[in-house]
């Protein structure tokens, strides 16, 4: 079993980067979000190790999602203005929200 989650792990972490990577180039809010619940999947199967800080990815991948959909990113310094933060969110969620709460929809699944 473990074999089948180190699998996923590492195609949903390819996958993710892939579309991040389209993502930027196109400036699509559907593949910032997609590529954000992959890489919050990657997190979850990386929970008992690095998870926590794989989420920051989510974080800036779902932010910048949604300032695209809002039409907010006009010029490239909004991306890195949106980035900042989305760290400053992630290290606030991880260290005053609990774990469960920020993996709650795998626990509702499992």
Do not use: C, E, R
């Amino acid at each position: 079993m473990a074999v089948v989650f180190t699998i996923l792990f590492f195609l949903f972490s390819i996958l993710g980067i892939i579309l991040s990577v389209s993502a930027i180039k196109n400036s699509s809010s559907k593949m910032y979000f997609f590529a954000g619940l992959l890489i919050y999947a990657v997190s979850f199967l990386g929970s008992f190790s690095i998870g926590l800080y794989i989420l920051v990815f989510t974080f800036i991948l779902w932010i910048l999602a949604i300032a695209n959909q809002l039409m907010l990113l006009k010029k490239p310094s909004h991306h890195l203005m949106y980035s900042i933060l989305a760290v400053t969110v992630w290290f606030f969620a991880i260290i005053f929200i609990d774990d469960y709460w920020l993996f709650y929809p795998f626990a509702v699944l499992f």
